[in-house]
């Protein structure tokens, strides 16, 4: 059993270039969602979904889209990556959208120059 | 506003001296309470869900509790594999389903 994998664990961006960060999960979650993780800072919100074909804005989704096009797959793409994007990704499941406890992936260290 | 603080930033502990961590927060209407621990280079990984005040919850070495302000980490007879950051979210009735984390607190134990 997998659980959340995600893919790269490292990128290296220059400013403007695009790419999408992979998330899959393999538990059957219904809630999937990507948060970043800055130095000082507790672990923000970006984009979520609740079901395939649905998703919404968290705290920080300025800059990121996301698709769900299958239960297991989110993945979180960067329209035209920016030094301020320089962070730590980490996509995390749940069960339901209930008061569930998450899963996360091991996270993508992304630097944008 | 929802705010989750959470101290000390950082603890530095002998094995077996115990210790508590603490999350004080501030919500509009509490759903859950959330322990994580987090291994460098990791992804958080779950520890504990608390929902209502005076509840506690116990695994291994570690004892999460509540009350209607903060929660505490309780670490008894550490060991130096309980180094990690701990992390403390919220979950509030006026968020959907966003968790609110705290900065975390760097625990290190050493032998």
């Known amino acids: 059993n997998a659980g959340v994998t995600q893919t790269p664990k490292f990128q290296v961006l220059k400013t403007g270039q695009s790419m999408t960060l992979q998330c899959a999960q393999d538990?059957?979650?219904?809630?999937m969602s990507w948060y970043r993780q800055d130095p000082g800072m507790g672990l923000r919100l970006i984009h979520y979904?609740?079901?395939?074909?649905?998703?919404d804005q968290g705290e920080v989704p300025n800059g990121y889209n996301v698709s769900r096009s299958t239960t297991e797959d989110f993945p979180l793409r960067l329209l035209s990556a920016a030094p301020s994007q320089t962070s730590v990704y980490f996509c995390?499941?749940?069960?339901?959208?209930?008061?569930?406890?998450?899963?996360f992936g091991s996270g993508t260290q992304l630097s944008v120059l | 506003e929802d705010q989750v603080t959470q101290s000390p930033e950082a603890l530095r502990l002998q094995e077996g001296e115990s210790s508590s961590l603490n999350c004080s927060y501030t919500?509009?209407?509490?759903?859950?309470l959330f322990w994580y621990r987090q291994d460098p280079g990791k992804g958080p990984e779950f520890l504990f869900t608390?929902?209502?005040a005076g509840e506690e919850k116990e695994k291994e070495r570690l004892k999460a509790t509540l009350t209607k302000k903060e929660s505490f980490l309780h670490i008894t007879a550490p060991k130096p594999e309980d180094s990690a950051t701990y992390l403390c979210?919220?979950?509030?009735?006026?968020?959907?389903?966003?968790?609110?984390f705290g900065k975390g607190t760097s625990l290190l134990v050493t032998p």
């Open positions: 995390a499941s749940s069960y339901s959208t209930g008061i569930e406890k998450l899963f």
């Open positions: 538990m059957n979650h219904e809630y």
């Open positions: 979904s609740v079901g395939a074909g649905i998703t």
């Open positions: 919500v509009s209407g509490l759903r859950g």
């Open positions: 608390l929902y209502s």
């Open positions: 979210a919220v979950q509030a009735s006026n968020s959907g389903y966003a968790l609110n």
